[in-house]
């Protein structure tokens, strides 16, 4: 299934994203800056994409790590997963953490992320005295493997 989103350049070098491969789900974001960037080890900083997106209402981008990127460099998103609400209109931009030991540059150009666009439910909380029970209860962080 596809979905129309709509993209705006906010900078004429910005590149749009693209999928590497027909089934990919991630689509990658490329780094629009006007040079290179550098990236001390163990800090963050802002890299700009240029774009700006229009994601419909009841879908969210989410912004991932490329796992070449994060494995060899040690680059990736500081806050894990990034997350684009369909009412945001600003650039899309990537905070990228340097987990090396090394300083690090991005050239504009680059691939420095993945966007995956994908439905979400909105919920109504309701506070309730008792949860129904499960065989798993409380068990949580890894409880499900031990016996």
Do not use: W
């Amino acid at each position: 299934m596809k979905e129309n989103i709509n993209i705006k350049k906010i900078k004429e070098a910005a590149i749009i994203p693209t999928y590497s491969t027909p089934y990919a789900a991630g689509a990658d974001l490329y780094a629009c800056m006007d040079g290179n960037v550098m990236i001390k080890a163990h800090t963050t900083e802002f890299v700009h994409t240029g774009i700006a997106l229009e994601i419909p209402d009841g879908f969210a981008g989410l912004i991932f790590a490329r796992s070449g990127l994060a494995c060899k460099k040690g680059l990736a998103p500081a806050n894990k997963v990034g997350v684009i609400d369909s009412d945001y209109r600003g650039e899309v931009i990537v905070a990228l953490h340097n987990h090396s030991d090394h300083d690090l540059f991005i050239e504009s150009g680059e691939r420095i992320a993945q966007l995956v666009i994908t439905p979400y439910l909105t919920a109504n909380f309701t506070e309730v005295d008792e949860l129904n029970e499960t065989d798993r209860g409380e068990g949580g962080f890894g409880s499900t493997g031990s016996k």
